[in-house]
């Protein structure tokens, strides 16, 4: 019985072993130079662009604004 | 460089809330959000104004400087806008907001926010002008159609003015000349004390 025991035991460090291990692994296998810099959001052009135009309606808004 | 403002008449605002009702209607905002409000002193009683209050699209946006994932940017037309597909709700934008603009939908579970949504100055977002995607996301692009925000365009008062910031200011300073008191502007004496003469 209590060989048994023993026996789980064993089976259970050997798997958080080969897990630590892999771990590991993974974490070497990525080289430095993959790692890719965090960027800020940089908008384009086109999002960023003007869109306001004193239009005829733009104008009329305004006009009426006054009185 | 016309910069884009919005500006609130206290004296002529009635808290009619047509505004809060444009803006919800015309850029389909969910439930729970409102993108603009208006907020009440003195309800009831001598001195009572009204204010409609939205995303003031702030020169120096402190919402765009503690989004810890760079959400925000600034059009040309100086609107402040951000990326739904970016922001991680967070919820920094909303404490760092004076004007408490960002707004979040609540939809997931365990407490999460969901995507901040704000007022857009009916400018849209990052997708294509006047796109499905836009619409779905942001709402109504009324800049490019070459309107201005409905709430301002809606306001039966005329006490919400929208557009050109050198604009607005004058029809404003004109409507100050012909009442013939101060400034008439919410918290102008807190801010300037009583020496101040207009």
């Known amino acids: ?67 | 460089m016309a910069r884009m403002k919005f500006l609130c008449d206290a004296d002529r605002c009635i808290e009619c809330n047509a505004c809060v009702t444009a803006c919800k209607n015309e850029n389909d905002v969910p439930w729970g959000i409102n993108r603009r409000r208006v907020v009440t002193i003195n309800d009831g009683k001598p001195g009572e104004r009204s204010i409609s209050m939205a995303c003031m699209h702030c020169t120096d946006a402190p919402c765009a400087a503690v989004c810890p994932v760079d959400c925000f940017y600034v059009t040309v037309d100086k609107v402040v806008l951000h990326s739904k597909d970016l922001c991680i709700g967070c919820g920094y934008c909303f404490y760092a907001c004076p004007f408490g603009a960002p707004q979040y939908p609540k939809v997931g579970n365990f407490g999460s926010r969901g995507k901040m949504d704000k007022c857009t100055f009916c400018a849209g977002g990052p997708e294509a002008d006047l796109s499905p995607a836009e619409f779905q996301k942001y709402g109504s692009n009324r800049l490019a159609e070459g309107k201005l925000p409905l709430c301002a365009e809606m306001c039966s008062t005329k006490s919400l003015l929208a557009g050109d910031g050198d604009i607005i200011a004058k029809i404003y300073k004109e409507r100050v000349v012909k009442r013939g008191y101060g400034s008439g502007a919410w918290g102008w004496k807190t801010a300037y004390k009583e020496t101040v003469a207009i």
Request: hydrophobic fraction near 35%.
């Open chain 1, 1 to 67: 019985m209590s060989e048994k025991k023993t026996k789980e035991a064993l089976d259970r460090r050997g798997f958080m072993k080969v897990v630590s291990l892999g771990g590991a692994a993974a974490a070497a296998s990525v080289a430095p130079g993959v790692i890719t810099p965090a960027a800020a959001y940089d908008p384009g052009k086109e999002e960023t662009k003007q869109r306001y135009r004193e239009t005829d309606h733009v104008k009329a808004f305004y006009r009426t604004n006054g009185y």
